[in-house]
């Protein structure tokens, strides 16, 4: 499966921004879904996840409260609201898709790099202050 990611860009301190992630040449309806980002010098980390049914949804603690991870399976596509963006949100976003099918217990291993084959190329979202 090929991940496109878009929406990202600049925007001030307390502004919203909707990351989308749109998915092609494989299943997607059946595979858990990710958000994670990295900011310049530093490592890949997590942000959210969704299950492959939707019903579980993770999120690092930074971003509790502030975004939200949704999916829509009629369109290949996974979303990341995000509201309330803080300049320490400055990264590139990339979203992962797992093998289709996978089942996890305990399922907060949704939550790790190493569950996800498949990559986006990420997109860059810069907040200012």
């Known amino acids: 499966v090929q991940l496109q990611a878009s929406g990202g860009g600049l925007v001030q301190a307390g502004a919203s921004l909707r990351l989308s992630c749109a998915a092609s040449?494989?299943?997607?309806?059946?595979?858990?879904m990710a958000w994670f980002r990295q900011a310049l010098g530093k490592e890949r980390t997590f942000v959210a996840a969704?299950?492959?049914?939707?019903?579980?949804?993770y999120y690092a603690e930074p971003v509790k409260g502030r975004f939200t991870i949704s999916r829509d399976d009629a369109e290949n596509t996974v979303y990341l609201q995000m509201n309330s963006a803080q300049p320490e949100d400055t990264a590139v976003y990339y979203c992962?898709?797992?093998?289709?099918?996978?089942?996890?217990?305990?399922?907060?291993?949704?939550?790790?790099?190493?569950?996800?084959?498949?990559w986006g190329q990420g997109t860059l979202v810069t907040v200012s202050s």
């Open positions: 992962a898709a797992d093998r289709p099918g996978r089942t996890y217990s305990p399922d907060t291993r949704l939550t790790l790099r190493s569950t996800y084959q498949y």
């Open positions: 040449g494989g299943t997607f309806s059946n595979r858990n």
């Open positions: 969704m299950s492959r049914s939707g019903q579980r949804t």
